[in-house]
């Protein structure tokens, strides 16, 4: 076996190395970690305290007894680093009475308030059911002379090795309450030697002799996780991945799911060995019963499953276009087509179909291939990306297609409006699409509170994309009565033409630094716990999420009513804002806030956004909001109407003498469209007791300013004018994005 030295040294010190090396590290000045290979022999020396690790029962034949219950969980540092540790939770009790049948109780628990549910001993295997105040616990296992080794889940999040060991303890208190897992400091020793020359057979073969221990599956996981950067050829990334498997079984039919479902999955994400993949979704499909995976999680698991199937076999297809074989290529063009009906914005099917229709001659398809990829956001970018490293040579997308339409047409003209009306048609279609199969809308008589989504976007951020396009499916499935999306333009990671100062301070309100990002009544979910960003590709994923926190807030009522009017008469803007009904003890601490926000700006992102929807350009009493005044939240203000674009000008002109640059003026759309008054009633008092809600927003509401508009630019349901696009400036053009998992 064979791989590329230097990028494997890396990754070997970065993944394998900072797992192992940290994981004998002791958590604090007063333990230290000498663990073996062998459960309950030596996992910790207590220093300078009467405590040590439990103690394990030696020759154990039978569950009578208690049993110590671990969790193996690896713990990401503030370094970077990570560090494993066996963690005590419980210390089960069995009973076996004359029958030969068994009795089950939690002994002790690290919680106060765990119950047994559910006890099932059938000869080596155990299952135990725990409810725990705010989940539940599914603890699977066969024991193996030493140790009863398995897996504790909660759903379809990644399981945690666990495992019960014999044990006389009584009490948890009496003892540390975790220790560093079984020959940790033996993958220590070995890589600590290896560091210089990385031997990846040497690797395998120690996380065979060590397979039962926690170690050795974290290590077979980090290999497999690494196998693309390290530069693997075929032969080594199958050892890999096999050992991997290998030891995932020690762990139980759940854990050997996990294992090789994750070897498909970075298979697929790697574009490398599309059979590969196959076999070990097969192998997951095969495991994926209710009692491996818990009542409820089979079609979960078979959707995660036949998503990467399809896309393997895409994948598959995508190698045998490259055939030199006529007939073979004609059989992956027709699998390709049909491949494209599921996965319709797939860059590499598109391109893959386009250079075969070229080649044989079909050119009117070709230009529709080669306009699919030019016109939608990002999908011609990923091509280069993936070209990334490679000879050069290769026309890029948009070259192909301008030749194909020259030749057709006999010049340029347009094809401007050409890309425009693809880009409309897809993007409605997908919308709409979205829509279609994303949950009914609540009924229009639920509640009475209007949520207020803020959203904190850029033009520069590709992971933006599909957050833009649910959130206007999100303003065609409600009425702005009951759902109100505003966007703030942020110089992230580049500079935005859509910026001014109160998108900036609204972003540090909240004390965010990051796009995309929402802000839900106030509320901010974490992007690890809410997924809503990235590619074109997962719209549809953004928009479920983003509707399953919504629709719940929908059904509120609230007593807060906000009467607004923003009117234009002979030049002069005029902003009337009454809000009433805020509870007395709130209202010291709420705030109005105001936004006038443009419908619908018109300008061809780098990111391949073409209309941005509800801008802010301008807050009104600023982004701190309107605090009340002798019992009140109002606020008035006449201005004329075109202080709004020279403070939108005065903002970019200093950004740009501050840093330098010049931000292309077809990037700075100016004001032109129907402009909108929002308002909305925020408590600025973090609630200690309800954390989640963030810094509540009572309610909210929208009114269109009368006067405004008159030079409005396309709507999202009209064509684009050519003159509008940007030429994109390598100093504002984001890197191509990595196709996210």
């Not at 499953?305 to 992956?332: C, G, M, P, T, W």
């Not at 599921?342 to 398809?365: C, G, H, I, S």
């Not at 007791?689 to 409005?712: F, H, M, N, W, Y």
Request: proline share 8%.
């Amino acid at each position: 076996m064979s791989c590329h030295a230097w990028p494997w040294s890396a990754v070997f010190l970065s993944l394998v190395l900072a797992g192992c090396n940290n994981a004998s590290k002791p958590a604090s000045p007063t333990t230290k970690a000498e663990s073996t290979d062998a459960d309950g022999v030596t996992e910790a020396k207590p220093v300078g305290t009467s405590k040590g690790v439990i103690p394990v029962r030696q020759g154990v034949t039978t569950f009578d007894g208690n049993w110590a219950l671990l969790m193996t969980i690896p713990e990401p540092q503030p370094d970077g680093n990570v560090v494993t540790r066996d963690w005590y939770s419980k210390i089960i009790g069995f009973t076996k009475d004359a029958d030969g049948k068994y009795s089950v109780k939690i002994v002790d628990s690290v919680t106060a308030d765990a119950q047994l549910e559910q006890a099932t001993i059938e000869g080596k295997s155990v299952l135990l059911v725990i409810k725990e105040k705010q989940f539940t616990l599914n603890f699977q296992g066969e024991f193996d002379g030493i140790a009863v080794r398995g897996t504790l889940a909660n759903g379809l999040q990644h399981p945690y090795l666990a495992r019960l060991l014999p044990t006389e303890a009584l009490h948890l208190a009496d003892y540390v309450p975790s220790a560093f897992p079984p020959a940790a400091d033996i993958f220590k020793k070995v890589i600590q030697q290896m560091q210089n020359h990385p031997q990846i057979n040497v690797m395998l073969e120690l996380i065979h002799q060590q397979r039962t221990s926690p170690v050795a599956l974290e290590t077979a996981a980090n290999l497999v996780q690494a196998y693309q950067k390290a530069g693997f050829d075929d032969t080594t990334v199958k050892a890999i991945f096999g050992e991997y498997v290998t030891v995932a079984k020690v762990w139980g039919a759940r854990m050997q799911l996990f294992a090789e479902f994750m070897c498909a999955k970075q298979l697929v994400n790697g574009s490398r060995l599309p059979d590969e993949a196959l076999k070990h979704l097969d192998a997951a499909e095969s495991l994926v019963t209710v009692d491996v995976v818990m009542p409820g999680n089979e079609e979960p698991w078979k959707r995660q499953i036949e998503f990467f199937r399809e896309s393997a076999n895409i994948q598959r297809s995508l190698e045998r276009s490259h055939s030199k074989a006529d007939e073979v290529r004609a059989a992956a063009d027709e699998e390709l087509r049909d491949g494209l009906k599921r996965q319709p914005f797939n860059p590499e099917v598109l391109l893959a179909l386009a250079e075969y229709t070229v080649a044989t001659k079909q050119l009117d398809a070709a230009r529709d291939y080669y306009s699919t990829l030019v016109a939608l956001p990002l999908l011609e970018q990923y091509v280069l990306m993936k070209r990334s490293g490679q000879p050069a040579g290769d026309p890029k997308p948009s070259d192909v297609l301008k030749k194909l339409w020259i030749e057709r047409f006999g010049n340029e003209e347009g094809l401007e409006a050409h890309l425009a009306a693809i880009n409309k048609e897809r993007i409605d279609g997908l919308r709409a699409e979205i829509r279609k199969n994303g949950p009914p809308p609540l009924p229009p008589d639920t509640g009475d509170h209007t949520v207020l989504v803020e959203f904190f976007t850029s033009t520069q951020m590709w992971a933006a994309v599909a957050t833009e396009i649910a959130m206007d499916a999100l303003r065609e499935t409600y009425p702005s009565s009951k759902l109100i999306t505003l966007r703030y333009h942020q110089h992230i990671p580049a500079p935005d033409g859509m910026v001014n100062q109160d998108s900036e301070d609204r972003i540090a309100s909240y004390e965010m630094a990051r796009v995309p990002v929402i802000a839900l009544d106030g509320a901010v979910p974490e992007p690890e716990q809410l997924m809503y960003s990235g590619l074109l590709q997962v719209s549809q994923t953004a928009y479920n999420n983003l509707r399953m926190i919504i629709d719940p807030r929908l059904k509120q009522t609230t007593p807060v009513r906000i009467e607004l009017e923003g009117k234009v008469v002979d030049g002069e803007l005029s902003i009337q804002a009454v809000a009433t009904g805020v509870n007395e003890e709130l209202l010291p601490s709420c705030r109005l806030r105001l936004a006038i926000a443009e419908e619908d700006v018109f300008s061809i992102a780098p990111n391949g956004i073409r209309h941005h929807a509800l801008v802010v350009r301008e807050m009104p009493g600023g982004a701190k909001g309107i605090a009340p005044k002798k019992g009140e939240l109002k606020y008035s203000l006449t201005i004329p109407l075109s202080e709004l674009q020279k403070h939108l000008d005065d903002y970019l002109n200093r950004y740009e003498a501050g840093r330098g640059i010049q931000i292309p003026p077809a990037a700075k759309p100016p004001i032109r469209g129907q402009l909108y008054l929002v308002g909305w009633v925020q408590n600025d008092k973090m609630d200690e007791k309800r954390p989640e809600v963030g810094r509540a927003v009572l309610q909210s509401v929208i009114v269109p300013v009368s006067g405004t508009g008159t030079d409005t630019l396309p709507h999202a349901t009209d064509s684009a004018p050519e003159s509008a696009a940007i030429a994109n400036p390598a100093s504002l053009t984001p890197p191509p994005p990595p196709l996210p998992e």
